[in-house]
Nanobody
Framework: QIHVVESGGGAVQPGGFLRLFCETS????????VGWFRQVPGKEREGITC????????YYSDSVKGRFTISKDNTEMTWYLQMNNLIPEDTAIYYC???????????????????WGKGTLVTVSS
């Protein structure tokens, strides 16, 4: 079984920063893509940043580009989301996710990833 667990959520003030962590277990090969998604209750899930490896690529949504940075360890089994200059609109449940397959980072960030964490809450309050 492949397990995905994210952590690092919390409450911060606008302009603050936060780092999220995603740890996995059970994968026998590196993933083709890893990324971060977020969802506000009542709204659709948004893929905010993904890394693709079959097609070497990086994707950021317009809503976070320039403020958030995705990074990974050498095995692609652990990855991170550095969130800077947080704004209230960033308040959401954040999910890490991974997939195997073929596609660009943009493709995966607009797809239904195969493996998902349960989510960690980020609250940015003014």
């Amino acid at each position: 079984q492949i397990h995905v667990v994210e952590s690092g959520g919390g409450a911060v003030q606008p302009g603050g920063f936060l780092r999220l962590f995603c740890e996995t277990s059970g994968a026998v090969l590196p993933f083709s893509s890893v990324g971060w998604f977020r969802q506000v209750p009542g709204k659709e899930r948004e893929g905010i940043t993904c890394l693709g490896y079959i097609v070497n690529s990086t994707y950021y949504s317009d809503s976070v580009k320039g403020r958030f940075t995705i990074s990974k360890d050498n095995t692609e089994m652990t990855w991170y989301l550095q969130m800077n200059n947080l704004i209230p609109e960033d308040t959401a449940i954040y999910y890490c996710a991974a997939a195997n397959g073929v596609g660009t980072a943009s493709y995966f960030c607009h797809s239904d990833m195969q493996f998902w964490g349960k989510g960690t809450l980020v609250t940015v309050s003014s």
